[in-house]
């Protein structure tokens, strides 16, 4: 339960977010990085510093339980597929989580701890002039152990007890719950720009939901076939443009991206811009198809530029170029003698993401090992 299964930075890279198999979220941040820096220090600073940035434990919580769905007896891990960080508000942080079934949405905030004080008094032996036992006197009253005051007549008089912040301690709260919308499992999640919106993606659909509202999604893209039979391609990630709240990407176990835009028509069925390469003649075999298929796509920061992975490459696209992708990364190019025992051992089918640098010089990926 402790294998992390997600990892996310915030878009600032002060905040990373880790699930894991046991459907825990635990929240990091940084602690070597200045928040006000001078325009003098600044101006200085002309290197590139290469020490590794440094985080700390910061909370953690319960996001995910499992779960079962007696109407297909089908068992749903808690396992976390995805984490996703949305705008800060009020010095809150907001997250969406997902398992294979079922998105959250947390809000995670500073809350000050509340102690009552002043309540009660030391409790003494009995004075010797007959006040209360555990009294003490007080002028011409008697204090009680309670912090009330007796007066001479023996009515006590009330205290008030006296409440004080103190302490602050970090509480998530799941605000929304976003359920019952995919019959397949939840591959993807991508927040919108507009700060109001995200999507999330199965096998066959993607569906544009509201972060305020939990009970209604909008199907957007839908590939399944009338017929199961006809089913050629599968959907493996989708993502949001960056900047550009209409437009969003989404990838196919073919080995192509697809570009959409929301402003053309309520169901995305038709794509404004294909990515896809195509193979050198004859040189097609029986693990091409299989070796194409798109197990994670990102989009650059600045949305010029689109980085895709399959199984045996890295490539970055160009989204103003359709003909084919401007790079090409060769990830673990030794395995392709092997093929023929990755596929009998299912290894092929293995699915890897990729990620590249906020100033967009460099691209990451995982590999065996």
Request: include cysteine.
């Amino acid at each position: 339960v402790d294998i992390i299964s997600a990892i996310e930075f915030n878009k600032s890279g002060h905040h990373l977010a880790t699930g894991d198999r046991g459907g825990r979220v635990v929240l990091f941040e940084r602690t070597d990085a200045k928040d006000h820096v001078s325009r003098k220090d600044a101006e200085k600073a002309d290197y590139s510093i290469s020490r590794h940035p440094e985080f700390r434990y910061k909370t953690e919580f319960q996001s995910h339980e499992p779960e079962f769905d007696y109407l297909k007896s089908l068992e749903i891990e808690e396992k976390i597929n995805k984490i996703k960080w949305c705008q800060e508000t009020n010095g809150a942080s907001f997250l969406l989580s997902t398992n294979d079934k079922t998105i959250k949405f947390w809000k995670v905030q500073e809350k000050k701890v509340k102690k009552i004080c002043e309540m009660n008094m030391n409790p003494s032996n009995a004075p010797a002039n007959g006040s209360p036992a555990g009294s003490t006197m007080c002028g011409s009253s008697a204090r009680t152990p309670n912090g009330g005051i007796l007066k001479p007549g023996g009515l006590p008089l009330l205290r008030l007890p006296v409440v004080t912040s103190q302490e602050t301690s970090l509480a998530a709260n799941c605000r929304r719950v976003y359920a019952h919308a995919h019959d397949y499992h939840i591959n993807s999640i991508s927040n919108n720009s507009d700060g109001e919106t995200f999507i999330s993606a199965d096998d066959l659909r993607i569906n544009l939901w509201n972060l305020e509202i939990s009970n209604q999604s909008f199907n957007i893209v839908d590939v399944k076939p009338t017929n199961m039979e006809d089913l050629t391609e599968v959907i493996t990630s989708a993502e949001f443009h960056p900047s550009h709240c209409n437009t969003l990407a989404y990838s196919s176990s073919k080995g192509s991206i697809r570009l959409v835009d929301l402003r053309q028509s309520a169901l995305c069925d038709t794509h404004s811009k294909l990515f896809e390469q195509h193979e050198a003649p004859g040189s097609r075999s029986f693990f091409t198809e299989i070796i194409a298929s798109i197990s994670d796509i990102k989009f650059s920061m600045d949305g010029r530029h689109i980085l895709s992975r399959d199984y045996m490459t890295l490539k970055l696209w160009d989204v103003n170029m359709d003909s084919g992708p401007v790079a090409t990364f060769q990830v673990h190019e030794y395995l392709r003698p092997k093929l023929c025992d990755l596929y009998e051992n299912d290894s092929i089918f293995d699915k890897f993401e990729c990620c590249q640098s906020g100033d967009g010089l460099r691209v990451a990926t995982g590999s065996y090992r």
